[in-house]
């Protein structure tokens, strides 16, 4: 009995040692490292943390990419978020700690923060429009903030994107 007890007692502390050696990467939270990374590059050496709070909501304002705006929600860079947790990110800001740390931090605060993520980079090389939902093709039209005037049809939705493509997908060499 006592050496059940023992190998239980073994295996629960490799595991619990296992889950702490785990390194915190991009992956696991990357729309709050590349924002929070965005974000830092517009303070201009700027260390007081109320100040930094203050740009950050206007960067919130200003910001066009939804997962960046649901990102300010729960950090509480908008009017109307729930919660307020902007000096857990502006302080270590302030102190010219990495976003990935940043990140992690939060991470510990408020799990919702890192299960945001990027949706899937379309290849416009493959991609077919006409297999698309209109749901995902007014999604591209509004991540690259176009309208469709007009449209009715998902032939005119794949009409607009077709048309506008060139000014926003790059080709590559």
């Not at 595991?15 to 729309?31: G, K, L, M």
């Not at 050496?45 to 649901?70: A, H």
Request: aromatic share 10%.
């Amino acid at each position: 009995m006592d050496k059940h007890i023992l190998f239980v007692c073994v295996f629960f502390i490799v595991n619990v040692f296992q889950a702490q050696s785990r390194t915190f990467t991009e992956e696991d939270c990357p729309v709050c490292v590349s924002t929070i990374e965005k974000f830092s590059k517009t303070l201009e050496d700027e260390k007081n943390p109320k100040n930094i709070e203050e740009q950050f909501k206007k960067y919130c304002l200003s910001t066009k990419i939804d997962k960046e705006k649901r990102l300010c929600y729960y950090l509480g860079g908008l009017e109307d978020s729930a919660t307020g947790i902007l000096s857990e990110m502006s302080k270590p800001l302030s102190w010219s700690m990495p976003a990935l740390k940043i990140c992690e931090r939060l991470k510990k605060m408020d799990a919702q923060v890192c299960d945001i993520k990027y949706d899937k980079e379309i290849d416009w090389k493959t991609v077919n429009l006409k297999k698309m939902k209109v749901k995902d093709l007014k999604k591209i039209l509004d991540n690259w903030g176009e309208i469709c005037d007009g449209c009715l049809e998902k032939t005119d939705y794949i009409k607009r994107v077709e048309e506008l493509k060139p000014s926003f997908v790059k080709d590559e060499l």
